[in-house]
């Protein structure tokens, strides 16, 4: 076998580890198995073999299915005639079901010795073994079943094997959230039969086989099986069935069909017996493949972010480097971020701030991170201290003549920078690169203080960095392909996720969300009631509103961009629509958002407590009075989404985006555009051109030139193109 080696020991028990070739994870493909059911056999029909136990040749067990194998399936299966290719799609789909089944029935004791992360399939392996062991002292051993996160179900039995183990109430958060659980929490909710050191593992589970207290039975194979905590005919299950639901709907609006199909399986599956239950699986499994929600999720929050997080936008002809020393000048809050995330990844820093104080408490918010990591036990104070060494706060340039990258990280001021730049590049190396965390003005006019422009480019991170995954780098019109592999480099090494973008006011991100924001503030001032616009939001898939978003970014940043803007722009400057509300809350009420607790909402001061929207929004409105005849949801949600759509649209026509995978994940990523989507563009394609443009053109007869539709778009409408068809990706362009 290609994946797999076993031993059998003096006692006939045969060690099956798990280590495929050439990878540093084991993932589940189709030749694993093909080595699966090719030891199962063995297990079966070697009387040799009186048990098994199922371990890992890697620091991981298992990290679950190969979701690129399953993308490129589906497209194989496309062109078939629609029963031909569901009935193939479920066969493939049932295959792991039928596996996993055969390995649980085979009458021979098998446990698995989870020595590591066993996520998604990984974890329904060790679910198909009848005993279960892990390290206790090792943290980053956890079970998982993400694939609802994107877009699927779990295939393999998931959904019926943990709610018969642990009940639907300890199952669903694993199930719908893709919550993980340590070794600590496994053990004592019953998944896992026994913890161990991690040296030996192995022996604990060989010993549980020799002794086979469950007789190498299931508990649901058993005659007397009950479900834990009831069934749905049951008294106490009734209730947790009747309210799962509601729950699910309160949570998702019903965007996400792979969590509404979790509970079907889950519910379906607990009145039959598993042999039937693992059908209902894999039929559900099957018809989630073949909607688009799933189809769109796969590609752009696995697959796309998956192939970017690589580097997959590196240009060609430049070679991975190193970034080992970095100078973050600026020590805010915005600084202070990048440093903590810089020195997590193992990079030396040396932070700059006009004064010694300010650089300090930069540090110090990253060492108070750390503190906390330490006092819930998730970090050493070890390790907090070598972190903490990393960061050298200072207000001298001296020492940053060996650094390979700078990231300039002060406020919204054309002047500032240009200042920044000369002071640093008076010191740095030549190959040195020079970033600027810009929100919106343009690399190339911030440039034109440097000399050596091919080396400098924009790294713009988003507010906190710590816990937003997306980094924006925007080329210059003279940046170089050196510039750009570097900073690919370091934001990689950094674990987020870049997207590329050319220069223009806002970049990508900032240009579509103000389009978002924007959208709600237009809607105010039309007199619709802001909880109606709020909510029809997040019924759209938005994680929060428009109103609520601007309070999170600072009402007074918004006014200092405009008048940035306005400043560099002069006469050419294009009002937003925003400009009247935004200043007077500002300027007239002092309304900041949440950094001081007044902003469209009102933020109580007792921890704990919900916000609330300002009672005095109502004077934005038409005379100062809401509308009488307000518009349905589903009208607010198409204006909502649409209104990013289409600016994401003029992005790709104006080439500030050139692949559609960094227009879609920098969209989920950079401010949580509805994820089920698949992302801004997904969005279009999935509508279809034809029918987005007719749409769009309805709402910009009704509400203005926000919606209006560019040519590129027009264009693809008229010849039935998709973005994805049309401009494919950087990837498949280079091959």
Partial sequence: MKNFQIEIDSDGIALITFDSPGKSMNVISADVM??????????IEDDSIKGAVITSGKDAFCAGADLSELGGAQGELAGLPEEEMKQKLFDQCFRFNKSFRALETCGKPVAAAVNGLALGGGFEIALSCHYRVMPNDNPKAKLGLPEAMVGVLPGGGGTQRLPRLVGVMNAAPVLLQGQQLDAATAHQQGIVDALAPQADLVATAKQLVKDDPKGAKQPWDGDKFKFPGGGPYHPAGAQVFGAASPML???TYGNYPAQRYILSCVYEGSQVSMDQ?????????????????????????????????????????????????????????????????????????????????????????????????????????????????????????????DVDLVVEAVFENSELKAKITKMAEEQIGKDAVFGSNTSSIPITSLAEASE?????????????????????????????????????DFVTKIKKTPIVVSDTRGFYANRCVMRYVGEGMKMLSEGIKPALIENASKMAGMPVGPLSLQDEVALDL??????????????????????????????????????????????????????RLWPELEQFAPGGSYAAEQPTAEEIKDRILYAQ????????????????????????????????????????????????????????????????VPALLKEMAEKGETFYGRFGTKEAAAA
């Fill in 34 to 43: 093909d080595d699966f059911e090719a030891f199962t056999k063995q297990i």
């Fill in 249 to 251: 709907r309160k949570n």
């Fill in 277 to 401: 239950a693992i059908r209902i699986e894999s039929r559900y499994f099957t018809k989630l493949l073949l909607r688009p929600e799933s189809r769109n999720m796969i590609r752009s929050i696995f697959l796309s972010k998956q192939d970017l997080d690589k580097g997959g936008r590196r240009p060609s002809g430049q070679e991975k480097g190193e970034v080992k020393k970095i100078a973050i000048i600026g020590a805010g809050f915005m600084g202070a971020g990048i440093a903590t995330v810089s020195a997590n990844a193992g990079i030396e820093v040396v932070l700059i701030d006009a004064n010694q104080e300010g650089a300090e408490k930069g540090k110090q918010h990253a060492t108070d991170q750390w503190a906390k990591r330490v006092s819930r036990g998730k970090m050493t104070e070890e390790k907090a201290a070598k972190l903490a060494g990393l960061i050298t706060p200072t207000t001298d340039y001296s020492l940053i003549k």
């Fill in 452 to 488: 050596r422009p091919d080396n400098f480019i924009g790294i713009h991170f988003f507010s906190p960095v710590e816990k937003m995954m997306l980094v924006e780098i925007i080329m210059g019109e003279k940046t170089g392909d050196y510039a750009l592999s570097r900073a690919i």
């Fill in 558 to 611: 918004g006014v200092k961009l405009i008048k940035q803007t306005q400043a560099d722009l002069g006469d050419k400057y294009e009002p937003s629509g925003t400009e009247d509300i935004l200043f007077k809350m500002v300027e007239e009420y002092d309304r900041l958002g949440r950094k001081n607790s007044r902003g469209f909402y009102d933020y109580p001061a007792e921890k704990g407590q919900p916000k």
């Fill in 645 to 708: 759509a289409l600016e994401a649209a003029r992005c790709m026509e104006e080439e500030i985006v050139a692949d559609p995978r960094e227009a879609d994940v920098g969209s989920i990523l950079g401010w949580g555009f509805a994820p089920y989507t698949g992302g801004t563009l997904s969005f279009i394609d999935t509508v279809g051109a034809k029918a987005f443009v007719k749409r769009a053109g309805e709402l910009e007869a009704k509400y203005g030139d926000q919606f209006k």
